[in-house]
């Protein structure tokens, strides 16, 4: 389905114009037994250029009343370390202590929550600098129809659209194994029901790719194209949505990184490992070295 090219934000300070080094990241989310402030320093220390931090309570909560003030220091921090960021808001248990990623833009009680959750990052996006804000639909309740499940998804996503184009901040929508939008076709019908809105783009997992759909990976990434913002890295096998460390899944990495550089794609890409924070700095060192040596491999 084809829609207007879409227009990244500026590009960042550091190296992001087409044709050179991808600027790999790392999500805190595969930190989640660190202190912000020591995650920040251990990414640093191993050479990422970026994090992909998600909003949680233990390292920084939108919902609290000094949220605005610890976003600014944060920014101060990521600006002394030479880090950028991208925003996720993917944390299990924030809004719902007893149900993981509830409610959802597709809740019914609830939505609402999720769309203020979600302005509220909009928001936080102002004041860190951030390069984009993810997001996804969330599951779809069984009793619930295509028609109202779509009616549901594009109401809530137009409320998060208007004040992020309020504020300049750029969306990434993710397609994610198992919710009612999982596929680059789910997201390619989301954008022609929104009219495809300028601040809409899109947040791929390269994982998710091998996962689900039918093309191959490189072929994933130069369909996205242009309307890439966000980027996440990990590995993954046919059918099995489980995030595994680089060389554990099936995905041949240097043609993904080449494709990336092909379709000008200048964002983070950052490694998603949620599940690997009990050796995180094992992890993320050893993330780096792949992506680093994978990198060497893409032609000039």
């Known amino acids: 389905m084809s829609g207007p090219t879409f ?3 500026a590009a960042p300070p550091a190296g992001t114009s087409s044709g050179q080094a991808l600027r790999f990241g790392y999500g805190t989310n595969g930190f989640a037994n660190h202190r ?3 995650a920040l320093d251990v990414l640093a220390e191993q050479g990422y250029s970026g994090v992909a931090l998600t909003l949680d309570h233990a390292h920084l909560d939108p919902f609290a009343p000094e949220a605005s003030a610890h976003a600014a220091r944060l920014r101060r921090r990521l600006e002394r370390l030479g880090l950028s960021v991208v925003i996720e808001t993917g944390a299990r248990y924030l809004l719902d202590p ?4 509830h409610p959802t833009l597709l809740s ?3 939505q609402q929550r999720r769309i203020d959750f979600l302005r509220r990052a909009v928001h936080l996006a102002t004041e860190l600098g951030a390069e984009a804000v993810s997001f996804w639909s969330g599951t779809r309740p069984p009793d619930l129809g295509d028609d109202e499940a779509w009616q549901r998804l594009t109401d809530g996503c137009s409320a998060v659209l208007d004040t992020a184009a309020e504020h300049g901040v750029t969306l990434g929508f993710e397609p994610e194994p198992g919710m009612f939008v999982e596929t680059l076709d789910g997201f390619e019908e989301l954008a022609h029901r929104l009219g495809h809105p300028r601040s809409l783009g899109m947040t791929l997992d390269i994982g998710h790719c091998r996962c689900l759909e039918p093309t191959s990976v490189p072929d994933c990434v130069r369909r996205a194209g242009t309307r890439l913002v966000n980027v996440q890295i990990d590995d993954m096998r046919r059918g099995v949505h489980e995030h595994l460390e680089f060389g554990e899944g099936e995905i041949d990495f240097p043609p993904v990184l080449a494709a990336l550089t092909e379709v000008g794609y200048s964002g983070l890409v950052s ?4 599940r690997h924070s009990h050796a995180a700095p094992a992890v993320s060192q050893r993330s780096i070295h792949f992506l680093e040596h994978a990198s060497r491999k893409v032609p000039a």
């Open 7 to 9: 227009s990244r934000p």
């Open 36 to 38: 912000l402030d020591d």
């Open 98 to 101: 007893r149900h993981k990623h």
């Open 108 to 110: 019914d009680p609830g």
């Open 271 to 274: 490694v998603e490992l949620p």
